[in-house]
């Protein structure tokens, strides 16, 4: 059983920077995966990026490739998303998601554990 706690979203103006964190407790594996996802009002939950906890391995949505950065700490066993660049179409509320796979995978079947979600606003 793995417990997720998202923190750090907010209002913020378009072409600004935001990081969103999530704190992970319970049992984790060294194949498990931890990903970020958002849904915006009316649309399908969607994928955002994904690391692994064990390696440095990481994989992203195209839509944020070069302007979003998944880490982890594990030491205090936090993932983070460090969003730059925002765009009014990245408003959303966000959600950090734990699977386990021994592939960096952006469906949404593939992970079973999820927290309650961050909302994040971006303004024109």
């Known amino acids: 059983q793995v417990q997720l706690v998202e923190s750090g979203g907010g209002l913020v103006e378009a072409g600004g920077s935001l990081r969103l964190s999530c704190a992970a407790s319970?049992?984790?594996?060294?194949?498990?995966?931890l990903g970020w996802f958002r849904q915006a009002p009316g649309k399908e939950r969607e994928f955002v990026a994904a690391?692994?906890?064990?390696?440095?391995?990481?994989y992203y949505a195209d839509s944020v490739k070069g302007r979003f950065t998944i880490s982890r700490d594990n030491g205090k066993n936090t993932v983070y998303l460090q969003m730059n660049s925002l765009k009014p179409e990245d408003t959303a509320v966000y959600y950090c998601?734990?699977?386990?796979?021994?592939?960096?995978?952006?469906?949404?079947?593939?992970?079973?554990?999820w927290g309650q979600g961050t909302q994040v606003t971006v303004s024109s």
């Open positions: 319970g049992r984790t594996f060294s194949n498990t995966v």
């Open positions: 998601a734990a699977g386990v796979s021994w592939v960096l995978t952006g469906a949404v079947s593939e992970y079973d554990y």
């Open positions: 690391i692994r906890w064990s390696v440095r391995s990481t």
